[in-house]
């Protein structure tokens, strides 16, 4: 059974930070690309990040460049989303997914979420103050 667990999700302040944390199980997540997504109250979900399987090639949508930073830790089978400078607007849950040997812009971009191989069930970040 592929599972993804996020958490690190809580309430912060406007200009504060968190760090998301992404676990697999079930499955080695060194062959699968990781990506972040999130969905906010009446929006459709997006991609925020993603991490290629290979070279670790890196996506940010634009909302987030500067302030977000995707990593991953091989040997710990988890992938991280360090948060700075949050604001309201990045209030979402936020979800982490696989997709076996993507590449960042399929990933985080054009592959229909339903394809993905696994999703976790997300982690509520609130950003207010």
């Known amino acids: 059974q592929l599972q993804l667990v996020e958490s690190g999700g809580g309430l912060v302040q406007p200009g504060g930070s968190l760090r998301l944390s992404c676990a697999a199980s079930?499955?080695?997540?060194?062959?699968?690309?990781v990506g972040w997504f999130r969905q906010a109250p009446g929006k459709e979900r997006e991609g925020v990040s993603c991490?290629?399987?290979?070279?670790?090639?890196?996506y940010y949508t634009d909302s987030v460049k500067g302030r977000f930073t995707i990593s991953r830790d091989n040997a710990k089978n988890t992938v991280y989303l360090q948060m700075n400078s949050l604001k309201p607007e990045d209030t979402a849950v936020y979800y982490c997914a696989a997709g076996f040997l993507l590449t960042v812009q399929p990933m985080c971009v054009t592959t229909p979420l339903k394809s993905l191989d696994a999703w976790g069930q997300g982690t509520l970040v609130t950003v207010s103050s």
């Open positions: 079930g499955f080695t997540l060194e062959y699968y690309a």
């Open positions: 991490i290629s399987h290979g070279d670790g090639s890196t």
